[in-house]
């Protein structure tokens, strides 16, 4: 019996456990191989992620120091007690400790097995470390990234894409294979890299890009001979410019079930001949078709390269013909999912990296809700401008983040913008710019009422929302206008529990002066930046009121918090006032401040 991946077996009533669900989402992906199998002999029942890549021996088992796995699991079924083996694991892999423990499975004897090895030259955590962290998500386009390392952990770590928008609705997308493999070529993937993400912020066209990196390959030993497609896709229009380096071309996927593969003119690889011309192309990616980026591990393992593409075309297509795979929600799972089913056998005998670019047939309209500011209304637009986020794609902690700061300004107009009067209209918009920026707008005809200096009042609805989204403005004309704007991006959701700040700095607000104080001391590290900038929203009540910094007990002052310092002067410049900041003169954080430039916007003292 082969060894399941991360399924959890339904529970009488057919619905699976919750609790169940946790434990083994967190064991499918810990770092360490986890076995469960039956002493029958039939081979694992469960296996995580870890465990599925390690070669297999007898009953499904890897070996360590020349031993079968599956010999202790015999040993410490019949002796009732967990058993331990150290060595080298496989042929010529690192060194190992199993260890296996009796248990009962599926109501008979059984074992779990646990086998601690490094992950080759952990290339796996620097790799993933390297790619975006996220990907722009844009009305017209939905977009989706995916990095497979090899099967074999000695051949891993130089694929990588990229997708980088640039305004007016356009986004550069890049695929590239450097040479090598292991922690060196992670390390030569993350140079170029950065060298591409420089070029394209000056000229984005591929003719310069393609020159420019091929100059940047030249110099850098490690970097020549790699391989990659850049293009420049405009969301609107779907106009396609592009060029290559010694790289595939992109598989089309048109809306009628058809592909075909982008016309690519041969060119060297990167500094293999510096100098050497880069055609361009164009193409339009028509509405409903789905271009596929994808790196050269995607087409090994065939003995013809025409099998291999069309091994990929076939996955490619099959994925895209489900129902409901081109839905806004499942795009996300796309560029994974053809990885998955363009996936040989015997595993990937090379890195795979996938980007996909899925032109939607249609658009999501802009929302428009008119209402009476009264507060049985927010119910109403919670629910609508939820369903109308969930179509736009976003996950659940965006989502949830921006409905929370548009709730706080609609119920500051529900309750206040119509004090002593009957209540009043109230308008909520919603829009997404070519780019991605959502625009959410709540109008009411009434007064904003000035924050209190306690933030236990509904002052505290610009701190939150302020901490919510990435940009709050509130202009008073013909009423009282709220705009929340946050740039959309495809990140994976992470648990929504309040923040956990570190024990090395202690930043609190003291309110007993004329104005409020957040004082700082010990190391404001990157952890600690977060506390400070939520201290510094609560004390300016979102920014509305001035407050003051005081850092003469702060040891470090990292780049984080020079970031955090930075966007409240900006805030307090949008407001009418200026951040006061405590630094003593001589000091390294009067330094660190002065060398930042914050001395021109705040005040030092």
Known sequence: MSASSGSLPPAPDGSPDEGSAVLLAALEAASDAVFCLAADGSGPLWANARARGMDAARNGLPEIAGRPLADLVDVAVRSGHAETLHGTLGEGGPVATATVRPMTVAGGPGALVVVEAPAGDDVHPAQRSLLPPSLPMLPDVGLSGSYHRATDLSAAGGDWYDAVPLGKGRVALVVGDAVGHGVPAAGAMSRLRGAMRSTVLRDPEPASVLAALDAFAAEMDDVE???????????????????????????????DGRSSFLDVTPRPPLGSLPGAPAPVHEDVLRHGATLVLFSNGAVAGAEQPAEALEHLGQAARGVLAEPGALDVAAVAGLAGAIAEGARRPDGWLDDVAVLVA?????????????????????????RRLNAWLTGLGMGEQDRVGVMVAVGEACANAAEHAYRGTEPGPMSVTAQVDVDGVLTVTVHDEGNWRPPDRDPGDRGRGLLIMRQLVDGVTLEEDHGTTVTLSFRLRRTPDESLDEHRFPDNADVVVDRDGERPVVRARGAVDTAAAEQLRIRMLEASHGGATPMELDLAGVGLFSSAAVRVVLAMARIARDESWRLVVHA???????HVLEISGLDGLVELR
Do not use: K, M, N
């Open 584 to 590: 003593p003169e001589g000091g390294v954080t009067r």
């Open 358 to 382: 899925h032109r939607r047939a249609t658009t999501q309209e802009a929302l428009r809700l008119d209402l009476l500011a009264v507060p049985s209304a927010l119910p109403g637009v919670r």
């Open 225 to 255: 001979g790699t391989s990659v497609f850049y293009g420049v896709l405009d969301a609107a229009t779907g106009r396609l410019v592009y060029s290559a380096a010694g790289h595939p071309a992109p598989l089309v996927v048109h809306a």
